[in-house]
């Protein structure tokens, strides 16, 4: 009789643990789906800025093509057009391009979340330490 009841309450501790677990389990899907779509927002944030980004520098370089060419065309007909100018015209060495400003966008970007995280803290350790360091002193 004995080993019948014990098992019993073993069965019924068991039954506890799962539904414990299965709370818990749901607890963490929640908490999951949650975060997940934080950064689900996030992540459609930063496509839609890249996408904009793109598109932007489609539509200026396409507006400079068409300035280029109209400049070569003009420049043909005056007669004052040689290869080594036309070169230099479609061929712009000045032309940083997309990821280097890019890249300093994202570095100012950073200096600017660091110092909203970081400055603040830095200046209120520091009186943190000097009140316990008067303390310890008196």
Do not use: C, H
């Not at 299965?22 to 996030?42: F, N, P, R, Y």
């Not at 507006?63 to 280029?68: D, H, I, L, M, P």
């Not at 997309?98 to 909203?116: D, H, M, N, V």
């Amino acid at each position: 009789m004995p080993e019948k009841q014990r098992q019993k309450m073993m069965k019924k501790e068991l039954e506890n643990k799962a539904e414990e677990l299965e709370q818990t389990l749901a607890k963490q899907l929640e908490l999951l789906k949650k975060d997940s779509g934080d950064w689900v927002k996030i992540g459609g944030i930063a496509i839609a800025g890249g996408l904009i980004a793109l598109a932007i520098l489609k539509i200026k370089k396409r507006k400079k093509n068409r300035n280029t060419e109209k400049a070569i065309d003009l420049l043909e007909r005056e007669g004052l057009l040689n290869e080594e100018l036309e070169n230099k015209l479609r061929n712009n060495s000045n032309a940083k391009g997309f990821w280097p400003t890019l890249s300093q966008r994202l570095l100012i970007l950073g200096l600017a979340y660091a110092k909203e995280k970081y400055l603040p803290n830095l200046f209120s350790i520091e009186d943190a330490e000097d009140a316990e360091s008067k303390s310890g002193q008196s």
